[in-house]
């Protein structure tokens, strides 16, 4: 009934890591009983596990859209004495599979498109 483990497809292992996670079972139990090997099967499992998920919704991964920032112009009156102005010059972008990004006043505009570049954003 089981298979040999050694299929190297990726459809064939994301086929089996779904049944497992679905099954109940330990993975090595499932592995036993489906003739898989248990090492590439949780190296398959991991990669798996590594891959960006659709948000809980079920709707598409969350993907960043060009923004175009306006100046913001300074109140043209000061303060009142006594008053202390609070700013919060800080910019979050949170997506729907959990990846934020958090930046303050000044950030280097460069620094964030590489960031964004080695998260595959």
Known sequence: MGSTGTGSGESFWRGHVEAWR???QSRGDYCAAQGLSR????????RFDRE?????????VGR???V??????AAAEEPDVGTTAVTDERIEIALPDGVAVRVGSGFDAAALQ????VLGR
């Open 114 to 117: 590489r960031v964004l570049q």
């Open 39 to 46: 090492k590439t099967f949780g190296w398959w499992a991991w």
């Open 22 to 24: 679905t099954s109940g």
């Open 52 to 60: 960006p998920r659709p948000a809980e919704t079920g709707g598409p």
């Open 64 to 66: 960043f859209l060009p």
């Open 68 to 73: 175009e920032v306006a100046a913001i112009a």
